[in-house]
């Protein structure tokens, strides 16, 4: 992977802990602090929030049988997760905040939510996160809680900074919530209590942990890591994953053996002050280097979180020339959406995909709480996105998905961890071209090339219904109202927008013969879905069965993919747009409805009933519409600039009221809802503003 940092051979990592104001720790010089540039990636905020509840964790047949409260207790197979954590790329060693206010049942080790069996919508986050600075290096990075969701008293902000490539500091910043009530029994002086906790532990088992005079001693087999602290109130060292949870809520931490370690500092949290908790940390060959770095790194805290914040003043600054803070918070979320993910494809639910993966990389998830997996049409998207921060990071999003360690040997492209014998739509070699001309280079071009190639040839041998007309399932949406199995609109015009770039990375590298074929491909498939899939009485395309008939004529994006493949003829080109135009069908306040408003099945957001999902039967999608911006541009510019407004507005709107980016929104109010991280395809605002309208 292009953005693998250089390995560093066996450390010793110092952590130094102090209390704000009471640090005793004092720096004999001032720190020399590296420009974020030039920092390395190996460390970042890569840890996942939830490993719970997904298919490699899965229990028996199960893939939600780890829950929440089995996920305190249960070790896990692939990965590991917690709060505003960090890790190395490596999952060497792991650092996460918990935080407990003595009265919930569960100390924070991890961020509270439903599985998709218990959750309203689905899988539905409860606690309320929100994401802030971060940077291409993670040299900042900003997350706020407010705790406990059930009855907000207390504002944290986990801040990190790294001074350099070997060390760096971690503040969390303590304050009463605006507006909140004390709670029932609040301490003298209408102060209420928190315990904030740093845990360190390291990925293999094997390691231990051993006390020292302030603090502890991680002994990994290749390195060491020590958390000191000033004066901690309670420790924590050994072997089960729920003592943390166990011993804090009986009292306090107790010292026995294993791998975890933890330091745990009781605050006392009054209604106009603030309390923060500094941590330094230090990599360097023996222990007394180490030790002196991290104590000069914490007593220089604050001048490294200014000088960091100063920093990101500059960084995406003064790439557009409006939406400027949504732009930039687009991006530097789709960098909190980065995330360590580790699976070989064992699970007890889908025991047929063992081994025929082999993901151990630090990739875009589409969105770190709700959907912690690889999603693969998402991932072309957030190539494209993260193109605009640099080149290869979004190239190495498709350098994945496209390498053997994820697509199969007869081309297939497994869609997410829940369906990975289902296909996405196939957008790789748009994506892949789109990346290209963010600055990736023809080299990039030539590497995912074959991978591009066997796609396409999978879906040509496997997918082909009928000459130029293709099925493909529910291609990523879920509940969208089209047949499938059938002869369908949105495949068919998929594989004709696939097509159309591959012609042009045919020619890029000089492949003549592929791109005439490629040339050749959208003309049949154009061909097909105009003799076949067209409505003339209706003026719009529709799934059609195999004998001719069409089993829903409800319209919807399914019908719009062959406007996006640039597929439809003039004189039908414009008896859609007039649809799309139409408030009574298509067009919102908010931009392109999912499924029309005329339509019996039309839900603009949330189900009216619990359990059910409406997500694509109505609401708006960043993604989609994304790519009807492009196609409207290129025959209606007024509409596509309209289009685009709406879309920014919509977003930055959501953003500034709520501080997130949404999975998608409702098409009557404009309210975000799903997954409420969705920086991955949602961060597509930030195309929207810096392009006018994409490129092709």
């Known amino acids: 992977m292009t953005h693998r940092a250089r390995l560093i051979g066996p450390l010793l990592l110092l952590v130094a802990l102090a209390l704000g104001a009471g640090a005793i720790l004092i720096a004999t010089r001032t720190p020399a602090i590296t420009p974020w540039a030039e920092l390395d990636t190996r460390w970042g905020t890569y840890l996942s929030e939830r ?7 899965a229990v028996g047949d199960d893939p939600w049988g780890m829950d929440y409260l089995s996920a305190v207790r249960q070790p896990y197979a692939h990965g590991e997760d917690g709060i505003a954590g960090l890790v190395d790329r490596d999952g060497t060693f792991h650092i996460g905040w918990a935080v407990w206010d003595t009265r919930q049942v569960r100390v924070a080790e991890r961020l509270f939510g439903w599985g998709n069996p218990s959750g309203e919508h689905g899988e539905e986050i409860v606690d309320r996160r929100t994401f802030g600075l971060n940077t291409p290096t993670s ?14 008293q207390f504002r944290i902000t986990f801040t990190q900074a790294r001074a350099d490539d070997r060390g760096g500091v971690l503040i969390a910043s303590v304050d009463r919530q605006l507006g909140a009530e004390p709670g029932a029994s609040p301490a003298a002086g209408g102060e209420l209590p928190l315990h904030v906790v740093l845990k360190g532990w390291f990925g293999d088992p094997a390691s231990s942990v051993e006390p020292i005079e ?17 004066d901690p109130d309670d420790r924590l060292i050994s072997a089960e994953k729920r003592a943390l949870d166990e011993q804090l809520r009986d009292g306090g931490l107790a010292e026995d053996e294993g791998h975890i370690g933890a330091l745990a500092h009781r605050l006392s949290i009054g209604t106009t002050t ?10 360097a060959p023996d222990g007394e280097a180490a030790a002196g770095r991290a104590r000069e790194l914490l007593g220089s805290a604050d001048r490294i979180i200014e000088a960091r914040r100063a ?9 557009v020339s409006e939406h400027e803070p949504v ?17 070989d494809g064992t699970s007890s639910w889908i025991p047929e995909w063992e081994g025929r993966v082999a993901a151990n ?32 990071l979004g190239a190495d999003q498709l350098r994945f998905i496209l390498s053997p360690d994820w697509q199969q040997p007869d081309g297939h492209l497994p869609c997410a961890e829940f369906v990975m014998d289902d296909e996405c739509p196939p957008v790789f070699s748009w994506a892949a071209w789109r990346v290209h001309q963010a600055g990736a280079g023809t080299d990039f071009l030539a590497e995912v090339y074959p991978g591009l190639l066997a796609n396409h040839a999978y879906w040509k041998t496997r997918l082909e219904v009928e000459p130029g007309l293709y099925t493909g399932g529910f291609l990523g949406m879920d ?26 990375i045919a020619e890029e590298l000089g492949d003549a013969d592929g791109a005439a074929a490629f040339r050749d491909d959208v003309e049949a498939i154009g061909a097909a879905v105009n003799e076949r899939l067209w409505d003339e009485d209706r003026g719009f395309y529709y799934d059609r069965n195999t004998d001719g008939e069409a089993p829903i004529l409800t319209k919807s994006y399914a019908g719009l993919v062959p406007l996006i493949a640039g597929i439809v003829p003039d004189d039908r080109a414009e008896r859609i747009l007039d649809t799309l135009r139409d408030e009574r069908q298509f067009l919102s306040p908010h931009g392109i409805r999912s499924t029309s408003a005329d339509s019996v099945l039309y839900r603009p957001g949330y189900a009216d009933q619990r359990g059910a999902n409406s997500s694509w039967r109505g609401p708006i999608w960043l993604p989609l519409n994304y790519l009807l911006v492009g196609a409207i541009g290129e025959r209606d510019a007024a509409f596509a600039a309209d289009l685009r407004t709406r879309l920014v507005e919509l977003v930055e709107t959501d953003w500034e009221r709520t501080g997130r980016f949404h999975e998608y929104f409702d098409a009557e109010t404009g309210e975000g809802l799903g997954a409420d991280a969705q920086a991955g395809w949602t961060a597509l605002v930030a195309n929207l503003v810096v392009e006018g309208w994409p490129a092709d």
């Open 311 to 319: 920093e990101t003043e500059r960084v995406f600054a003064a790439e």
């Open 214 to 230: 302030d603090g502890i001693l991680l002994v990994g087999p290749d390195s060491v890591v020590a958390l000191v602290s000033v």
């Open 327 to 343: 732009y930039r918070q687009a991006l530097m979320s789709l960098l909190w959406s980065q995330s360590l993910y580790r699976w």
């Open 51 to 57: 490993e719970w509840g997904t298919p490699r964790e």
């Open 361 to 392: 990389d630090v990739l875009i998830m589409p969105d770190k709480w709700e959907f912690p997996w690889l999603a693969t049409w998402d991932s072309a998207f957030h190539a494209v996105t993260a193109a605009l921060i640099d080149p290869q």
């Open 479 to 504: 509940n969208l109202p089209r047949a499938e199995g059938q002869v369908q609109a949105d495949a068919s015009g998929w594989m004709a927008f696939s097509a159309r770039h591959l012609e042009l």
């Open 139 to 152: 040299s900042v990075a900003e997350a706020t809680l407010v705790y406990p969701n059930s009855d907000p």
């Open 274 to 283: 603030a309390t923060a908790a500094t941590f330094a940390w230090a990599e």
